[in-house]
């Protein structure tokens, strides 16, 4: 099946500093790929849309001046946590959706393996 | 709008024990179905899916019948094993909503020996 890579699984960073989180489909090309934030037992919370070639689409509430994100090719989208500070630190995960299929089918996605990031 | 109402947990069960975990959905359009499950400090697994009404999607010993006159789509296994234990979300996708994918707040199971 496709995998989806993120790199790196875990991150320790002092606040103030930025953090790039990379999110790669391994064997497929992606035109989209999710962001998403996980806490402490809690559901996935979509962060945003990134389709390669064009800015990202930002949900309600999501500062995308902190959460920059790049979708360079089709293979590769980063996610950079710019002045990180501690209610930062979170579960970040990203998902990848196949390029081929038809319009008005509902395409798959596969999920990365999330970074763990803290920010101290 | 879509969204996924799924049973609160935690659950515990013994091993061998039979599983159910409630998933029902509301949705403009037909969307899909999926189950997908999580392991301690992994990310997310598809386990199953069911794309379209009265479909049955299996991997693992564990089921879901896709039921659209009752928007649900439990999950179930006939006999848990420990090394089923894991948070289980359930998650709807809808091409005319973007293929945005809506998730349920998750299951957290523990099957005990």
Known sequence: ?120 | GNSVTQMEGPVTLSEEAFLTINCTYTATGYPSLFWYVQYPGEGLQLLLKATKADDKGSNKGFEATYRKETTSFHLEKGSVQVSDSAVYFCALCAWNTGNQFYFGTGTSLTVIP
């Not at chain 1, 790049?70 to 196949?98: K, Q």
């Open chain 1, 1 to 120: 099946g496709a995998v989806v890579s993120q790199h790196p699984s875990w991150v320790i960073c002092k606040s103030g500093t930025s953090v790039k989180i990379e999110c790669r489909s391994l064997d497929f090309q992606a035109t989209t790929m999710f962001w998403y934030r996980q806490f402490p037992k809690q559901s996935l919370m979509l962060m945003a849309t990134s389709n390669e070639g064009s800015k990202a689409t930002y949900e309600q509430g999501v500062e995308k001046d902190k959460f920059l994100i790049n979708h360079a090719s089709l293979t590769l989208s980063t996610l950079t946590v710019t002045s990180a500070h501690p209610e930062d630190s979170s579960f970040y995960i990203c998902s990848a959706r196949e390029l081929s299929g038809s319009p008005g089918l509902v395409y798959e996605q596969y999920f990365g393996p999330g970074t763990r990031l803290t920010v101290t």
